[in-house]
């Protein structure tokens, strides 16, 4: 095949609207439009509502995790109910979401490694699939405080969220919000 003919098939194919979501989920134009859809989505942060469902952003309290002894996960805490995203945050109705921050506020021990995990599961705990985990690690220096990049899967809105951590220091806590973003599909 000459240069000539490589050129003009490529100008085609650049040249050609694309399905993008549409399409199939294999072919670049997928791909492309489905980053593009993350990078500029919608994003919320959330916090404790005291109830075990998500609170808006403008009114993060942060959740408590307490790790247990011996370097254990200490007890998981719901942090969300099933449809607990909140519609409302949103211009569309989402059907899935993606958590991909965890904001850590503070820490109660310094100098150690904290490992935090996110779940979920439509029903109870013992039931859910791990989606995620970070560590922390907190100086002696001073607080450690910001957003924690995690990866997730897409979690459909029908799910419960469960988060837990674990500590070298016994009963350590951190306190945190959850960063998520959502998708109509």
Not at 12 to 36: F, V
Not at 138 to 160: D, Y
Request: charged fraction near 20%.
């Amino acid at each position: 095949m000459s240069d000539g003919m490589i050129a003009k098939i490529l100008r085609t194919i650049l040249g050609q609207a694309t399905p993008g979501l549409e399409g199939n989920s294999n072919c670049m134009d997928y791909r492309i439009a489905e980053i593009e859809r993350h990078f500029h989505g919608v994003e919320r942060y959330y916090g404790d509502d005291g109830d075990n469902t998500m609170s808006v952003a403008n009114s993060l309290t942060p959740w408590v995790l307490t790790a247990g002894t011996s370097e254990a996960f200490g007890t998981e805490v719901q942090i969300a109910g099933a449809n607990d995203v909140i519609a409302a945050d949103f211009p569309f109705t989402p059907v899935k979401f993606e958590p991909h921050e965890i904001m850590v506020k503070t820490t109660s021990a310094t100098g150690v490694l904290y490992e935090v995990e996110l779940w979920s599961g439509e029903t109870t705990f013992g039931a859910a699939t791990r989606r995620g985990v970070v560590q922390v690690i907190r100086g002696t220096g001073g607080a450690v405080s910001g957003p924690m990049k995690f990866q997730s899967p897409r979690i459909s809105v029908a799910e419960k969220l469960w988060l837990r951590c674990k500590c070298e220091t016994d009963s350590a806590t951190i306190t945190c919000g959850l960063g998520l973003h959502a998708y109509e599909g």
